[in-house]
């Protein structure tokens, strides 16, 4: 799977986060969980880090492309039209209004 360019804003249209998939502000508890499972280090090195945040990328961007049947170069998606399952291991600084995704 291919990562996303990814472009968050917020209801006044400010952008909240505009990057690839690979720098999304993931939550500190999704990242150890997620090292637990691959690598059962609930205190990842640099290394294991970086592996986690690669395959958590890598996983959203594939929900993302099978759950909302992206079909475009770049979608737009409401906030709370995204699975929750998605939304809730990701940390912004401002309340997301939409999402606008770009396979790349």
């Known amino acids: 799977m291919k990562f996303s360019k990814i472009k968050v804003m917020d209801d006044k249209d400010n952008i909240i986060f505009d990057d690839n998939s690979l720098h999304l502000p ?4 999704y990242i ?16 294991h880090r970086s592996a986690v945040i690669y395959n958590i990328g890598n ?3 594939k929900n993302l492309s099978e759950e909302m049947k992206l079909d475009k170069e770049e979608n737009l998606i409401q906030w709370n039209q995204l699975p929750t399952h998605i939304k809730d291991k990701l940390l912004f600084d401002k309340v997301p209004s939409r999402i606008i995704i770009q396979i790349i």
Request: glycine residues 0%; aromatic residues 4%.
């Open 26 to 29: 993931i939550k500190e508890e």
């Open 32 to 47: 150890i969980e997620k090292s637990i499972e691959l690598f059962n280090d609930p205190e990842p090195c640099v290394i």
């Open 59 to 61: 996983e959203i961007t």
